[in-house]
């Protein structure tokens, strides 16, 4: 039997997974990848280059992420190769995209070896691409897949060599051999089929496994263009005027140039010309700058009415004739016309029910807001104010879809109307109050007022008594160290 194969001290910082100590391999193999993994990146590198994000142990593919450039193929002399995995250090140096998946089939096995037969490369016509030449959906985006090694592989557990028995084993007399047992973990390609020209334009059949990828980093993205508008120059990244120039010059080009004609009807005013405005008008009106003459208005003066003069009084032994009746001209007023607040009150109560209706939006749209926030945390780790959001297609470890920035996003919109809604709904009630309660305040004022003038009062009457049955408002402004407002009072 074997004996035990001695394993270095493992490195496990407390607070740290093995993947945080390792920077982001540039060239990992990819023959631990499941089949289905493989054949998307090899449909997707048949069409396009391929763009993922890339961090430390995970890599995802961006499918709908478009960059620059195809890959050309390179037919190489093949060329045998193996890699043998003793220890975590190796694994994840090797294969660090599903290395935590084979930690436990190195510890029993004591080994992992990979024997790979590389017949070409493809490679990115583009040594580098920029962030801002990226196309479609490429949120996370980090690295772009510059070139592939195909060929064929076997990924296996357990050591290749062979380990000597001292005694009979199973019938095998003392120095008999045998040979450590394999488990076969993933396989792709025919070695035997490799060996066909070095100069074909693409793989041979049988031959093309994805075997290695190479990883480049997105360049920085290229700073725009700034086109400034003439008579402006460019400092420091904006367009700034140029000088100001003297009386009698023009700026031209950045530059003061003199001897600058007007047209007709215009004159020349700090470098430009400006159109003569004649100020001029005709009696009886006068100039306002943006109206020009308009006529000057005279405020009416008030006409006073004097009473008619008494009638003389008749003679001794006269049929006293009483004198002309004054008329409505003359001795008597017109009735000034009054309302009954009836428009008000109808304007009120509709301007308080549209505030209603707002407000009840306001209340609606909290509670959508809320309800899409609570969702949201599903698709988001940490708390406040140090939390994360996960939006599709970069989502945690066994979900597909992740919709978490938009939730968020729709969550703050609908607070934003609600609140929106809230202070205008309440503007509106309290404005439809105040109108129905003035036009309530006319309604009793006016039925008060016919009452008494149609009725006379009597001799033991006194002035007053019956201003109690008269409705009267007052608004009265008030003003404190932090705040203002009106004060409405009324009697009913």
């Not at 920077?23 to 590198?45: F, H, I, N, Y």
């Not at 089939?105 to 801002?132: C, H, Q």
């Not at 060929?151 to 557990?157: P, Q, S, Y």
């Not at 400006?274 to 109206?291: L, N, P, T, Y």
Request: aromatic fraction near 4%; proline fraction near 9%.
């Amino acid at each position: 039997m074997a004996s035990a194969v001695a394993r270095p001290p493992e490195f496990a910082p407390e607070d740290q997974t093995q993947c945080k100590v390792k920077k982001s391999q540039s060239k990992p193999l990819v023959v631990e990848w499941p089949s289905a993994d493989r054949g998307e990146l090899e449909g997707k590198a048949r069409s396009q280059v391929v763009v993922v994000s890339y961090s430390g142990c995970e890599m995802v593919l961006l499918p709908h992420c478009k960059a620059p450039g195809t890959y050309r193929y390179s037919a190489l002399t093949p060329k045998q190769d193996t890699i043998t995995i003793k220890n975590e250090d190796e694994l994840y140096a090797s294969i660090p995209i599903y290395a935590a998946r084979f930690e436990g089939k190195l510890a029993s096995a004591g080994e992992l070896n990979v024997v790979m037969t590389i017949v070409g490369r493809y490679d990115t016509d583009r040594p580098e691409v920029r962030a801002d030449e990226l196309d479609g959906m490429c949120q996370g985006a980090t690295h772009v897949i510059a070139g592939l090694a195909v060929g064929a592989f076997e990924f296996f557990a357990g050591a290749a060599a062979e380990v000597g028995a001292g005694a009979e084993v199973l019938g095998a007399g003392a120095g008999a051999r045998s040979r450590a047992k394999r488990e076969m973990l993933n396989r792709d390609g025919q070695p035997n089929e490799c060996q066909a020209g070095s100069a074909a334009p693409s793989p041979p059949a049988g031959c093309g496994a994805l075997l290695r990828v190479e990883v480049v980093r997105l360049g920085e993205p290229k700073e725009p263009e700034i086109t400034c508008p003439p008579d402006t120059t460019l400092e420091g990244g904006k367009c700034v005027a140029g000088v100001e120039c003297p009386a009698g010059t023009t700026l031209k080009a950045g530059k003061c140039v003199a001897g600058v004609e007007c047209p007709a009807g215009t004159t020349l005013q700090g470098g430009k010309c400006v159109a003569v405005v004649d100020r001029s008008c005709k009696a009886g009106m006068h100039f306002e700058a943006g109206r020009g003459c308009v006529a000057n208005v005279v405020p009416a003066q008030p006409v006073s009415v004097l009473p008619p003069p008494a009638p003389a009084p008749a003679g001794p032994g006269e049929l006293g004739v009483p004198g002309p009746k004054p008329g409505p001209f003359l001795g008597e007023q017109p009735p000034a016309e009054t309302s009954d607040g009836t428009t008000l009150k109808i304007v009120g109560l509709i301007t308080g029910g549209v505030g209603l209706a707002g407000v009840g939006i306001g209340v609606g749209f909290t509670v959508y807001g809320d309800n899409k926030y609570e969702e949201s945390l599903q698709y988001c780790t940490g708390k406040e104010p140090n939390i994360r959001c996960y939006e599709t297609p970069v989502c945690p470890v066994g979900i597909t879809y992740c919709p978490g920035m938009t939730l968020q996003r729709e969550s703050q919109d609908a607070h934003k109307v609600a609140l929106g809604s809230l202070i205008a709904g309440g503007v509106l009630t309290v404005t439809g109050a105040v109108l129905a309660a003035i036009g309530l305040v006319q309604s009793g004022g006016v039925s008060s007022a016919s009452s008494a003038s149609e009725a006379k009062p009597s001799e033991s009457e006194k002035p007053g008594d019956g201003d109690d049955d008269i409705a009267r408002l007052s608004v009265s402004p008030w003003l404190g160290p932090s705040e203002a407002g009106l004060a409405l009072t009324g009697q009913f």
